[in-house]
Each structure stands twice: as C-alpha cells, then as structure tokens.
C-alpha cells in the first residue's frame, strides 16, 4: 500500500510501538495525526513536524474529538489500549474503557467518515493457556483468564463485525512482548526499577520459570507493513487479515534477569512469590506460530538476548523512563 501524501491516524502515537509506527509512516511519505491522552505515553516520543505530524491530546472515550481526528483520513493504526494485565482486576471498568468502548469509538468515527482501511494491535494473550504450541492464528480461543485478555477478544469481534458489515479492509496484529527502544512497560523497566532502588534483593513473581517469546519493536514494525503491503485480498467476504507476530525462541524469566544482572553488574538475592504464574491471569506460557506472516517474505533480523540488553540500555540512558509515566485523574 502507498501510503505517500496520505492522511494516517496513529492512536496511541506517543507509546513505545504507536511511536515506531508514527516514524515508518512519516518516512514513507505520509501525513501522521497522532491521537494520544498521555495516560502512558510520553511527549518526548512525538516529533511535531509542520506538514508531516499533528500531535491531538484527548482520550478516545471523548468520542467528538476522535471523529474530529479521524475525518479526512484514509487509514487508522488503532494501537491505543490499556495494557495493565497485571493489574487489571484492580480497575476492572479500564479494560473495558479503554479497549473495548474505544474501539467501537474509533470504527464508529471511522464509519461516519468513510475511512475503511484500520490496522489493530491485539495480543498473544487472548490465546490464554493455549493447548497447542507455537499457537496458529486459528487455535480455539480458551477460557480467558485475565480481564486484557478477554477485552481484546472483544474488541477483536468488533473489528471483523464492522469488516463484514461495513467492508472495513482489517489487518489484526497479535503480538508476543516486545522489546527495544522506548519500551516503558513490561518485565524488564520492573526489575530494572527494582534493582535501582535495592541492587541487593530482587522480588520475582512467580517461581521464575515463566517461559515467553519476545520480539524486537523494529522487528514488530516491519512485519506490520509487510502484511499491509502483501496480504492477498481474500476470495470474497470481507478483508480481513490475522497475524500472530512473534519470534520463535523463547526466554524465561530467570534467563531475563541473569542477562540484567550482568550488565547491571549487580548480583541480587532472588526472592520469588512462588507459583507458577506471576499474578491472576499470567500466561506461563506464550509461543506463536508465524509461519503465516514468514510466508509473506518476513523474518525476525534481533534475538531475543540482544533485545533485552537494546532495551536495558536505553532505558538507562533516557531519564524520562526512570519514573513511572504519570497517571490521568
């Protein structure tokens, strides 16, 4: 897809992965609005350029602001979300706020306008304690164990609702963890977090042996447009796509902090909570099958070990990541 001299909404623009994407359009020549209310992205990721990028800070529940955004434009990468998983049963309405009731926002707003072409970030999590590994894009979802997970499958049946009902042109992008620059949520900022203040004692949760793939964000990216540009237009119904995105080596967490400790320099008593899942709803497990999206010409170029130490090493190097982003009201 040409995506030179087109106007593009990037929801969740200021993120780690929102971000990234704002930057692959821009070089390939397209006008980029991005849509973020700052909730956990950060200002030092949006590069405001005069004719290129355009930065709305509003939340996508103020749905008057998100029609305002949208009109004009040609496609929509739908990244915003609320990815607390740990914590989701501490606010359980954010799930649904923000992944769900946003959703329906941005392909109602899309739906007013016109705009037909939505990209949508989801997650290897919906796939939940998954029978079958690597899981293929069309495992049997399970029961869902975590309030994300079970709100991203909602979202999911939205978008294929709105591709078969309104001819929407849907890419969905299931992804495992990702790696990299501007990361700011996930493992490896905790432990990072946790042996700055006390380098001596590190809380696990868990028992350790939770075992993940994990992804390079400019992997991630690449793979996002390789689908875009080369997914066949299905033999009728609607088109719609599904991608699982993911590398086919795992780490455990335990390997995870051997590689922090040692560029940290540090050698900290491990004090694990036990269990062999890190909190309600923690999938031990997570492997995805790509072999959909390789078959389109893509591979992973980082390993996961280089991965981590590409992100451990930016995080120490941008201070605005050493605090927590701040929360709205």
Known sequence: MDFSGSSVVVTGGAGFIGSHVVDALVSKGAKVTVFDNFSTGYRELVNEQEGRVRLVEADLLD???VRRAIA????????AANADVKDGLLHPRKDVEQNIIATQNVLEAMREHGVRNIAFSSTGALYGDAPVFPTPED???PIQTS???????AAEGLLTAYS???GFSTWIFR???LLGPRYSHGHIIDFWRKLRRDPKVLEVLGDGHQKKSYLHVSDCVRAIFV??????APKGGAPLHIFNLGHPGMLEVNESIGILCREMKVSPELRYTGGERGWVGDAPRILLDTRKIEGLGWSPTKTIEDSVVETLRFIEANAFLHTPAPKPA
Do not use: M, Q, T, W
């Open 63 to 65: 749905y008057e602001a």
């Open 72 to 79: 004009g434009a040609s496609f929509v990468f739908h990244l």
């Open 139 to 141: 495992a049997p979802f």
């Open 147 to 153: 309030l994300y997970g079970a709100s991203k499958v």
């Open 164 to 166: 078969f009902g309104y």
């Open 175 to 177: 992804f495992v963890s």
């Open 227 to 232: 689908a875009i540009d080369r997914a066949a």
